[in-house]
């Protein structure tokens, strides 16, 4: 596990995305965004950046994999 962490401001500010954003991406079926490793109700949420840099991963290869698609058909 990783000692760096992005609070949700940081991660708004990185993705160009609302809080609520956030929040829905960590409800989707397919890479679902990671939930944070440290929660305190009415204050602040942090994400592991370890787990945030996967997630990003994941996501581009998905992303070229859609784009791959478009370009065969």
């Known amino acids: ?3 760096i962490y992005h609070s949700t401001r ?3 500010l990185r993705y160009r995305c609302s809080a609520r954003t ?3 991406r960590m409800k989707r079926a397919t890479n ?4 944070p490793c440290i929660q305190h109700a009415g204050s602040f949420n942090l ?7 996967a997630w990003e991963g994941r996501e581009r290869e998905q992303t070229r ?5 478009r370009v065969e058909e």
């Open 1 to 3: 596990m990783s000692m």
């Open 10 to 12: 940081d991660l708004c």
């Open 22 to 24: 956030l929040f829905r």
């Open 32 to 35: 679902p965004f990671p939930l």
């Open 47 to 53: 994400w592991d950046a370890a787990e945030v840099v």
């Open 65 to 69: 994999a859609r784009c791959a698609g």
